[in-house]
């Protein structure tokens, strides 16, 4: 059965630094999704993606993020300078419509970010 | 603003009772309302999904009830067993995005 899988599964990083979270999502999926999820709290929506252009991005995602398609197969988170507060699961989805027009979201298994 | 508030926070449930979690939402664009099933260190998993047209979704041994007049949702699992300890949220659907709730942490006692 097809599923989106994300590297790495743990990353450890100092505050300041910038890091890559990679997702590759299923392949006949046009849509694609971060989330985030902070230790113990509920999945938060940070920007969804489509035609290698940012659909939707809530509040979070803010100048330090950017997503990026750069090739036919990968999908990646970048935060430019990490905080402490940035620490968290890191979840990419994708779905093969959009969430809006009926497609239902397929989730990766997450990237533990810690910030120190 | 919370779009969609989930209770309670923490649940126990003997095996073979009866887990009810309940979601309420706040605007009526949301047309689509999926719970999800998550293990530690895993993603979200669907478990089932409803659509607002529809009163109530069985699936095995879970079941969605949807009142669209209150905007709440909530998910029944019947005959509650140990393997369904887990969080589960619930989500609802708008504007090209999903709105979760704060997860409901079920532990079912043997």
């Known amino acids: 059965e097809p599923e989106v899988t994300q590297t790495p599964s743990h990353q450890v990083t100092q505050m300041g630094q910038e890091v890559i979270l990679r997702c590759v999502p299923i392949?006949?999926?046009?849509?694609f999704y971060w989330y985030r999820q902070i230790l113990g709290q509920k999945v938060e929506f940070l920007v969804s993606?489509?035609?290698?252009?940012?659909?939707?991005k809530s509040e979070i995602f803010d100048d330090q993020f950017s997503v990026e398609r750069p090739d036919g197969s990968n999908f990646t988170l970048k935060i430019r300078s990490t905080k402490l507060e940035d620490s968290a699961m890191y979840f990419c989805?994708?779905?093969?419509?959009?969430?809006?027009?009926?497609?239902?979201?397929?989730f990766g298994p997450g990237t533990r970010l810690t910030v120190l | 603003q919370q779009q969609v508030k989930q209770s309670p926070q923490s649940l126990i449930v003997q095996k073979g009772g009866i887990s009810i979690i309940n979601c309420a939402y706040e605007?009526?664009?949301?047309?689509?309302f999926p719970w999800y099933q998550q293990f530690p260190g895993k993603g979200p998993a669907l478990l089932i999904a409803?659509?607002?047209?529809?009163s109530e979704k069985k699936e095995g041994r879970f079941t969605i009830s949807f009142n669209k007049s209150a905007k709440q949702f909530s998910l029944h699992i019947m005959d509650s067993q140990p393997g369904d300890s887990a969080t589960y949220f619930c989500?609802?659907?708008?504007?090209?995005?999903?709105?979760f709730g704060s997860g409901t942490k079920l532990n079912v006692k043997p």
């Open positions: 605007n009526t664009a949301f047309d689509y």
């Open positions: 993606f489509y035609n290698n252009e940012i659909s939707e």
């Open positions: 989805a994708s779905s093969p419509v959009t969430a809006g027009g009926g497609g239902e979201q397929f």
């Open positions: 409803i659509r607002p047209d529809v």
């Open positions: 392949s006949n999926h046009l849509y």
């Open positions: 989500a609802a659907r708008g504007f090209n995005k999903f709105y």
